[in-house]
């Protein structure tokens, strides 16, 4: 009936405001019936299109998944056919290099070889030759003629353990001689050791006289030599009698003590480091008894310049250039003493060269082809090293800590399957050697301008204000702090001085002795009384 209301199925005004997705074409006849899961949708029912869609949605995950199981399958076995091929080039790569190892091995050992003869050529023409030289005394003869007055001094020395117990509880200061039983234990042992004394003493005064220190191999290249152990206990020997004649008030014979000690630290010279060492052991010994008689006695002006004059003759550094010199001809007669022998592997072992570093199969290492090629590729790398040693061996150590690589950095440089065993086992412990010679060099010079003190307090009778007018005094320039380039420091205090170094830690800590801390990090301090 006209203008009546239109009676409209339930829903139909939704679906009149709702707009449905558009259909994906897709084929009719593979729409699949309408899942229940699909009935219905966001909370409503869902429309025929929507259930048609994800009808064909569903069929078209179900058809694809076969497919993909089939490439993924073909993929694999591409990959795994790929990877074979690359592991059997590989293999046959190494299988090459292994064939082909021994003549690489033995074109490399010969460039080595070439390379060394290159440099030994270079080292001959220059001043330092690999040669064996004539060796050089430098306090005035060659070391084949010298008198053996030290030898027969040595020899003649009676020390038991418990002597060598006593001289050093005595050097550090552990035990005083105030002490009754000390001081008669220690008269005793100069009583027993008289003769000896009295040898060094007269070789002392002969300047062609050396103590010749050639170091004795033994199994294992950390060699040592009985005489250096002898010439330590000899300048303990005469640091005791210092400390006994100065405990009696013999001042004058007490510092001509020291002196003999000096005399017998400088015959410990030799072109090779652990002679300097030794030598450096014994000025530290000389330095600590002088300390000792100037601390709270006047000794004679003429003494004391003797002395300082003496001090101040003595070149540690050209010593210590002549002995890395020689150092590097001791590497190059071990590296030609394993290269002669008939088995080079087992004179290394013998030696105590440890193999097991080298991280290689040990049917390679002992190889005949190998061990050449290491022993020149190592001997290589020490000449390399000592030759930067030899061109630093001048410098102080303040300059030698700021300059690279170091021996540890160098070391450290080579490949894991080839460390330089010898190299390693050879090369002198380098900082350390730099550092030991400046601090026995600083001490020398405090001794020195302590002695100078003492003999402007006689001419005066008071200590200079400032180290320059001790210069202007003495007539001669002063020695300088190795430590920091600069004078000593020095200032009195009270009715005597003190005078000291950075020492090795390269600052000033303001006169705070090593002792204090028990180590070598404070200053190096020479104090006097009055």
């Not at 006289?209 to 030599?225: N, Y």
């Not at 003797?306 to 003595?314: C, H, K, V």
């Not at 001791?330 to 087992?346: C, Y």
């Not at 412990?429 to 405090?446: H, N, P, Q, S, W």
Request: proline fraction near 6%; charged fraction near 25%; glycine fraction near 6%.
């Amino acid at each position: 009936m006209k203008g009546s209301p239109v009676e409209e199925k339930p829903g139909a005004e939704r679906a009149r405001f709702t707009t449905a997705p558009k259909p994906r074409a897709v084929r009719q006849e593979a729409v699949a019936p309408l899942p229940e899961k699909a009935a219905f949708r966001h909370g409503r029912e869902a429309s025929p299109e929507e259930g048609r869609e994800e009808a064909a949605r569903t069929q078209a995950t179900a058809a694809k998944s076969p497919r993909k199981s089939r490439n993924g399958g073909i993929r694999s076995r591409a990959r795994r056919r790929r990877f074979a091929q690359t592991a059997n080039r590989l293999l046959l790569l190494l299988a090459g290099f292994l064939a082909l190892s021994p003549f690489l091995m033995a074109l490399h050992t010969k460039l080595n070889q070439a390379r060394l003869d290159n440099i030994i050529r270079q080292v001959n023409t220059a001043q330092s030759p690999l040669a064996a030289p004539g060796r050089r005394n430098r306090l005035g003869s060659p070391q084949g003629v010298a008198s053996g007055i030290y030898e027969k001094a040595f020899s003649a020395m009676a020390l038991s353990g418990d002597d060598g117990y006593l001289l050093r509880e005595i050097s550090a200061e552990e035990v005083s001689l105030s002490d009754k039983a000390v001081r008669a234990r220690a008269k005793d042992l100069l009583a027993r050791n008289a003769a000896a004394i009295r040898l060094i003493h007269r070789a002392s005064a002969e300047s062609q006289a050396r103590a010749v220190l050639t170091p004795e191999w033994s199994p294992g290249l950390g060699f040592t030599s009985p005489a250096f152990m002898k010439l330590l206990s000899a300048s303990r020997l005469l640091a005791l009698e210092s400390s006994v004649l100065l405990h009696e008030g013999r001042v004058d014979d007490a510092l001509a003590a020291c002196q003999t000690n000096l005399r017998l630290a400088n015959s410990a010279d030799a072109d090779f480091i652990l002679s300097q060492l030794a030598r450096y052991a014994c000025i530290s010994q000389v330095v600590q008894s002088l300390a000792e008689v100037l601390y709270d006695a006047q000794p004679s002006p003429e003494k004391c310049r003797a002395l300082a004059d003496e001090i101040a003759a003595a070149n540690l550094t050209a010593c210590f250039v002549h002995a890395v010199s020689g150092e590097r001809l001791s590497g190059f007669r071990t590296f030609n003493t394993i290269a002669n022998s008939g088995n080079p592997l087992q004179e290394a072992e013998y030696l105590g060269f440890d193999f097991s570093q080298v991280r290689l199969p040990k049917a390679m290492i002992r190889h005949p082809i190998f061990v050449k090629w290491w022993l020149a590729a190592d001997e290589l790398a020490y000449f390399r090293w000592m030759e930067r040693y030899v061109a630093r061996a001048p410098l102080p150590y303040r300059e030698i800590v700021t300059l690279h690589p170091s021996s540890e950095e160098f070391l450290d440089s080579f490949p894991w399957w080839r460390p330089p065993l010898l190299t390693a086992s050879i090369m002198p412990v380098y900082e350390r050697a730099f550092e030991t010679r400046d601090k026995a060099i600083a001490e020398l010079g405090l001794a020195e301008i302590a002695l100078l003190l003492k003999t402007y307090k006689v001419e005066y009778d008071r200590y200079p204000d400032s180290l320059e007018d001790l210069a202007k005094s003495a007539g001669r320039p002063l020695p300088v702090d190795p430590f920091s380039g600069q004078a000593f420091f020095y200032y009195c205090n009270g009715r005597g001085f003190v005078l000291y170094s950075w020492g090795p830690n390269l600052k000033d800590d303001n006169g705070t002795p090593s002792s204090s801390s028990g180590g070598d990090e404070d200053d190096i301090v020479f104090q006097c009384l009055q």
